[in-house]
């Protein structure tokens, strides 16, 4: 069994940075892909970033690419961080951890049915 907790939503003003946490515990060795989506009001869940823990290799859902920065811990914390910068109210949303324990193939996986672990999520709002 494996858990993950997110920590690090609140309400900031647009333009504004945040950062947020996600440790796992339990049988985290058997994690090699750890992500962040999030689910905006009356929308589906998307992805927000991946990593692959081994190689670091990274993806990043187009709302994302070039404010956000999804980081892994380097010591021996199963924990990944989502570094958010610029923030716009349409990045309002409760953010999920969410991990895999599948053997990674050739790209890092991207679509919720590969992830077996779920955290509760975390509420950030972005206010204008």
């Known amino acids: 069994q494996v858990d993950l907790v997110e920590s690090g939503g609140r309400l900031v003003q647009a333009g504004n940075s945040l950062r947020l946490s996600c440790d796992a515990s339990?049988?985290?060795?058997?994690?090699?892909?750890m992500a962040w989506f999030r689910r905006a009001p009356g929308k589906e869940r998307e992805l927000v970033a991946a990593i692959r823990w081994n190689s670091g290799a990274t993806v990043y859902g187009d709302s994302a690419k070039g404010r956000f920065a999804i980081s892994r811990d380097n010591g021996n914390k199963r924990s990944i961080y989502l570094q958010m910068n610029n923030l716009s109210p349409e990045d309002t949303a409760v953010y999920y951890c969410?991990?895999?324990?599948?053997?990674?193939?050739?790209?890092?996986?991207?679509?919720?049915?590969?992830?077996?672990?779920w955290g509760l999520g975390t509420r950030v709002t972005v206010s204008a």
């Open positions: 969410a991990a895999s324990e599948r053997i990674p193939g050739a790209r890092v996986f991207q679509t919720e049915n590969e992830y077996e672990y």
């Open positions: 339990g049988r985290t060795f058997v994690l090699y892909t």
